[in-house]
């Protein structure tokens, strides 16, 4: 059964971290980049980072750029998203999603709804 299942989303204080993972399953995850989108309350979905399945190639938005840390695993199928020095603003719903190859949807008008597969999400709540 195709799925992507995320984790270790939480409750966290300003300036803490936390390690997010997105377990695949069902098809070849070597062939696919993997991509984190978020959604906060009242907002719509925005990207947060990609890695590519070819060369491992990372994009990050500029909101998370030097804070957030994307990586794959490709014996375990699993990517994870490092977040650091995390802010009220971060706070949201976290998605894992696959597109074939390289992060092109990730990177287009399309973004989310481009995507081939879609996890579920997990909540990240920053606050004291």
């Known amino acids: 059964q195709l799925q992507l299942v995320e984790s270790g989303g939480g409750l966290v204080q300003p300036g803490g971290s936390l390690r997010l993972s997105c377990e695949a399953s069902?098809?070849?995850?070597?062939?696919?980049?993997i991509a984190w989108f978020r959604q906060a309350p009242g907002k719509e979905r925005e990207a947060v980072a990609c890695i590519s399945s070819t060369n491992g190639r990372t994009i990050y938005s500029d909101s998370v750029k030097g804070r957030f840390t994307i990586s794959r695993d490709n014996a375990k199928s699993t990517v994870y998203l490092q977040m650091s020095s995390l802010e009220p603003e971060d706070t949201g719903v976290y998605s894992c999603a696959a597109e074939n190859g390289a992060c092109y949807y990730y990177s287009s008008a399309e973004g989310w709804d481009g995507m081939d597969y879609w996890g579920k999400g997990t909540l990240v709540t920053v606050s004291l």
């Open positions: 069902g098809f070849n995850f070597n062939f696919y980049a």
